[in-house]
């Protein structure tokens, strides 16, 4: 474990020996500042038309009459399809447990006649321009027989609820129970302790700056469906895309071009991007679709809607001895593919007990159907829930022990590692009470506790939080399989091929969608190699270029992808060492890769630049050794060992609250994370920063709502309070460092950690500054009105 | 969301229930409303409302389900059906006239449902909105009953109250609505910006601050061509040196 991380802006191979840890300019920044990214609306094709969908406007009932006669009839109109006309296949995840357990739920890809969210699409309307196609959705008639609306978790489990889905009684699509200690009751019952938690998170929108859109056309030359779609999943898009067409994968090649964000929205299958392909084969057109902002905020996939009842019991001196928690999920009205509706109340019932040592464990998670557009993972996936749940327990175990919130969590933080849990999770070493100490001796360094008791003086006040967490990055196969579902991510493939000219090129089946793929993968193939960083292709997003690869959600793309592009470099470093012995005509052991050249390790000044040897292997395969192949390709998978890796961080949150307008001013934001070997501290940081402002926005702000009638009251930014640069104040962040020993480099996952840690850390903080009045809030967002409220019952 | 309005009219009560029972005159006092015909107890129209960028044209049928001469109420149920594609509307109104003493007293019972584009608008904004096109209402329906009963008296004034059932946030603070002028009783076939209705005098400035915003940056613009022209200049001189 070290504090430091080489942190050179202009780094060098042959100065430093390597790329990793070095904050190598962003290879896509260039093009994305200048605009010349290109991403799916900057895609024009020749005859290409327009799509947009008439989507319901009730909540809940049964379409009586669809007239698209006018619609057809409208100028510019081409074609318009309902469910009938196009006849597609149904989207249904699933998982492997009993009926009792699991309810799979079809969700068609245009609604047939029952309809189960305000913005459900009903049909696809295609014209010759975006103007021709709006004018043609309002002619759509459209005639609903409505039923009462299911809007809320607790509607949908009361007896004698509407079903949203026949097939699901009491509205519960999973009800699970993961793990049950024995004796845990008696537990409870002679603990000295035991604090009680009932906490909730609102609806929530990823919301990606760039809406989900597609660009599907028919190739006759490549006999292929040619769709462009902002996905962070591309194969799993052309799985479902086939199934629903009946057509073999073969024919469908899905292109994923620069994406302005995705946070795990884009990482399901979404039901608009199979309907315009389906469009476009129908009518021999290009057809593209770009979700407008409104449908964005209603009709996308959402998250986060969950509720905790848990509870906790403490020794005396304040050790946890067993943590109970009912979890309930309100997951809208349709499973996501391929997740199911069991993501978010699955991960919190595995992962709960997190950085803590809780010998008895008891959860109960459910995924309640509402009629509300459908949850999909977001960025953390429950963590940021079931992380709070945790921090209130330990804080409200603090208060009622009389010890320091820090303390209590030092007495209880893993230390030993590997580590099993009752979860029967093991933990890969990982740095929390470390990161826990250094997060508060920051705090203590700059002055906060004495200044927030100056300031009460003065009348202001002050609140300091802490939240100290850990995240499972890169899930294995295993990890997947052990939830049962039936399609199971884990594993990755990765291809590093040399041209004749020395130049590589690295396919990963990840997805980037921000997170700078295009320079870490070069970095960490570079380094392996000892070639030029620059001379470094990554290629990702398009299925007929990456034989098979499971996207980028989970974190999982540096410990997943990295290490498999790791695996494949060091097979195309081998073929180089061979072919560049038997040139130098030494040994195969006497030698190695440096600064772009095999060398002989006996006589530096013998050498073979890559160049060289890539124009012996392709240009004369006759000079090769006789045992060697011509080309230099080399192809690597990789699934990680056991439960995967665990990044870890803590965070302090320094917070004043201001009487009479209830805000919550953020005055100082630390984050102490540990990721493993940093490949990239500038963008390890940019992932921080960027997930601490959407936790901070879960923590304050963003809160989906509808009214009685299942009508989405969150339609526009008038509506959904978004932070903006003005509310997130500056992060500053310190690193450790404990090198993973499951990941080829040594790295953990980062892209989610900021996200979760950030609820927690900012309610500690605003509960610390409402000590003296007694209340402590345990919902997000923390409103000003709710803080208000609580200044104003201040004795 | 439940709206609820009282009139005060200088008018026997008999008298005022006489006209509110004149269907083609009362549609007239809805902002916005337009009658086009009558099918027995059902009569066709439209209403058009207009919330900031949305407009939403209602397009559906106005039914009585009970007209009670001995307790002056009415019951009228109306259905309608943006024409836009985004939603649909209905209403459920009541109107019952007593005696005050002075004169009748008008109440109006409200129950809206709004579904589409205008009700997901900025939140409240259609509760705001309908609480003013129901005052605007009942002000143009006074006003109606006044020039008919007794040229000359002065407007009767209404008092709204709202329980938006919806658990939207309380309308608060908007400013009341501008008195209509008699002329809108009778022709109300436009549609209204119920936005501005609810923003008041504020709404009127804003196309005047944009104009401003928009000059100022011309001024700007033309101001960093012309500079940059100067400096062209400048460089070609040196160069040509």
Known sequence: ?795 | MKLENTVAVDAPPDQVFALVNDVERVAGCVPGAHLDGRDGDTYHGTVTVKVGPVTASYSGTVRFLDVDATNRSLHAQARGVDTHGSGDAEAEVRLAITDNGEGSLLTIDADLLIRGKIAQFGKGAIALVSERLLTQFATNLAELLSHDTAPGTPPATGTVTSTDTAGGEDATGAVPAPAAPPSAATTTTDQLDGLSLVLGPAARYLPHVAAFGVGVLQGWLLGRLSAQKKQLRYFREVHRG
């Not at chain 1, 304040?318 to 069991?342: E, K, N, Q, R, T």
């Not at chain 1, 295009?518 to 193939?525: G, L, M, R, S, Y």
């Not at chain 1, 100082?668 to 390890?684: A, K, M, S």
Request: aromatic residues 6%; charged residues 25%; glycine residues 8%.
């Open chain 1, 1 to 795: 474990m070290s504090t430091t991380a080489p942190h050179h802006t202009e780094p060098r191979f042959d100065r430093d020996g390597t790329w990793v840890g070095a904050s190598v300019r962003r290879r896509e920044d260039p093009r994305l500042l200048t605009g010349r990214g290109r991403f799916v609306d900057d895609i024009a094709l020749p005859r290409m038309a327009h799509a947009q969908f008439v989507r319901s406007t009730v909540a809940a009932g049964t379409v009586t009459e669809l007239d698209l006669t006018a619609t057809r009839r409208t100028p510019g109109v081409i074609a318009a399809f309902s469910a009938v006309d196009l006849d597609l296949g149904d989207i249904t995840a699933i998982l492997e447990r009993p009926a009792a357990e699991f309810v799979p739920t079809d969700m068609p890809v245009l609604a047939r006649d029952r309809v189960r969210f305000v913005g459900e699409p009903l049909a696809i309307v295609i014209a010759e321009d975006p103007y021709a196609v709006e004018d043609g959705v309002e002619a759509a008639r459209v005639t609903y027989d409505t039923a009462p609306a299911v809007v809320s978790a607790d509607q949908a489990l009361a007896d004698s609820a509407p079903l949203v889905h026949d097939n699901a009684p009491n509205n519960t699509l999973l009800d699970v129970s993961l793990f049950a200690t024995e004796g845990i009751d008696d537990v409870f019952a002679a603990a000295d302790h035991v604090v009680h938690v009932e906490a909730s998170s609102s609806r929530q929108n990823a919301l990606p700056l760039e809406t989900r859109g597609v660009v599907a056309a028919w190739d006759d030359r490549d006999e292929q469906l040619m769709v462009q779609t902002c996905t962070q999943v591309p194969h799993q898009v052309r799985t479902v895309l086939a199934r629903c067409l009946g057509r073999d994968e073969r024919t469908v090649r899905v292109l994923a071009p620069d994406m302005g964000g995705g946070f795990g929205q884009k990482c399901v299958v979404g039901r608009e991007e199979i309907a315009a392909a389906a469009a476009a084969l129908r009518l021999e057109r290009p057809v593209k679709w770009i979700e407008d902002r409104r449908d964005a905020l209603s009709a996308a996939f959402l998250a986060r809607e969950q509720r905790y009842d848990a509870r906790a019991a403490f020794d005396a001196e304040g050790h946890i001895l067993a943590l109970d928690a009912d979890i309930v999920c309100d997951m809208g009205a349709y499973s996501c593919y391929p997740f199911s509706a069991g993501i978010e109340p699955l991960m919190a019932s595995a992962e709960m007990p997190g950085v803590y040592r809780v010998p008895a464990y008891r959860v109960r998670g459910r995924a309640v159907t509402t009629n509300k557009a459908p949850s999909a993972p977001y960025r953390g996936v429950s963590r940021p829930q079931y992380v709070m749940v945790m921090e209130r327990l330990f804080e409200r175990a603090s208060r009622e022990l009389g010890l320091d919130p820090v303390e209590i969590r030092r007495r209880n933080v893993i230390t030993t590692f590997p580590y099993t849990g009752v979860n029967a999770v093991t933990y890969d070493p990982g740095t929390y009470l470390e990161s826990l100490n250094l997060c508060e001796q920051l705090v203590r360094d700059e002055g906060w506790y004495e200044r927030k008791e100056q300031l009460a003086d003065a009348g202001r006040i002050l609140g300091i939080g802490y939240c100290c967490f850990n995240e499972r990055t890169g899930y294995a196969s295993d990890a997947f399989a052990k939830r049962k579902m039936t399609v199971v991510p884990g594993f990755d493939l990765s291809q590093v091929r040399m041209d004749p000219s020395g130049g590589i090129v690295v396919t990963s089946g990840t997805m980037n969608h921000g997170q700078s793929h295009e320079t870490t993968f070069a970095q960490i193939v570079a380094s392996r190699l000892g070639i030029d960083v620059a001379r470094v292709k990554l290629q990702q997003g398009d299925t007929d270029r990456v034989s098979y690869g499971w996207g980028t959600f989970a974190s999982r793309s540096v410990t997943i992808g990295g290490s498999a592009a790791s695996l494949a470099a060091d097979r195309l470093g081998a073929k180089l060492l061979h072919i560049g012995a038997h040139l130098l005509e030494t040994q195969p052991d006497n030698v190695e890769l440096h600064n772009g050249a095999v060398r002989q390790r006996d006589d530096h000044s013998r050498k073979l630049p890559f160049s060289e040897i890539a124009t012996v292997a392709y240009l004369r395969a006759d000079l090769l050794p006789k045992d060697t192949e011509p080309g230099l390709t080399a192809e690597a998978s990789f699934d990680p060992a056991g439960d995967g890796t665990f990044a870890n961080a803590t965070h302090a949150v320094v917070v004043e609250l201001h009487p009479g307008t209830g805000q919550v001013e953020i005055l100082r934001y630390l984050c102490v994370e540990d990721c493993g070997v940093t490949i990239n501290p500038q963008i390890v940081e940019g992932q921080c920063r960027g997930g601490i402002a959407q936790g901070i926005a879960g923590a304050l702000f963003e809160q989906i709502t509808y009214d009685s009638n299942g009508e989405p009251s969150c339609a526009s930014f008038i509506d959904y309070k978004v932070p903006t640069a003005a509310e997130i104040p500056d992060v500053e962040i310190h690193h450790l460092e404990t090198p993973c020993t499951l990941t080829e480099s040594g790295a953990k996952g980062v892209g989610e950690g900021g996200t979760i840690g950030a609820p927690a850390a900012v309610l500690n903080a605003v509960n610390d500054a409402l000590r003296p009045t007694g209340i402590e809030l345990d919902a997000t967002p923390i409103t000003p009105q709710t803080v208000q409220r609580a200044l104003e019952a201040r004795p």
